[in-house]
């Protein structure tokens, strides 16, 4: 049973963490999440890949540069060191000759990649609707 001093912690959370405001937390967080590298890093961390299993596991920088066309070196550092951050994904450190860096998702990240390959799966299923308005758009204002 909830009691009433949880449900009041529980609805000032609610209202401190309104995205809709300006100056709110929760507001960073959606910009970050809602950037296309993350969403990538988090689905090949997921097992997404082309010929992933569909099964988290850990991947190496060099995998995920490879595997994320178009990502540089720089975003992809940036965007993992954020994402550790943030607490969704782990940066686990081997000694070994050369030094092994593995990444993988935490049991937030998991939780948020969920969302994130629906989001993928959609643009991906729609990317042919949404092209085809947008030429009809494009045609109408040229004309």
């Not at 609610?14 to 910009?31: E, I, K, M, W």
């Not at 060191?81 to 686990?92: A, H, K, M, P, V």
Request: with cysteine; aromatic share 6%.
């Amino acid at each position: 049973m909830t009691t009433r001093k949880t449900a009041e912690k529980r609805e000032q959370a609610r209202q401190a963490y309104n995205a809709f405001l300006a100056v709110c937390p929760s507001r960073q967080l959606l910009d970050r999440i809602s950037d296309k590298w993350v969403v990538l890093i988090l689905c090949a961390l997921g097992g997404d890949s082309a010929a992933g299993t569909g099964t988290p596991a850990p991947m190496r920088y060099s995998q995920l540069s490879r595997l994320i066309a178009g990502v540089s070196q720089k975003m992809l550092t940036q965007t993992l060191r954020s994402l550790e951050r943030d607490g969704l994904i782990t940066r686990t450190v081997t000694p070994t000759v050369p030094v092994t860096v593995d990444y993988a998702l935490t049991d937030l990240g998991l939780s948020l990649y969920q969302t994130t390959r629906q989001l993928r799966i959609w643009a991906q299923e729609h990317m042919g609707e949404v092209q085809a308005h947008r030429d009809q758009y494009d045609a109408l204002r040229t004309t």
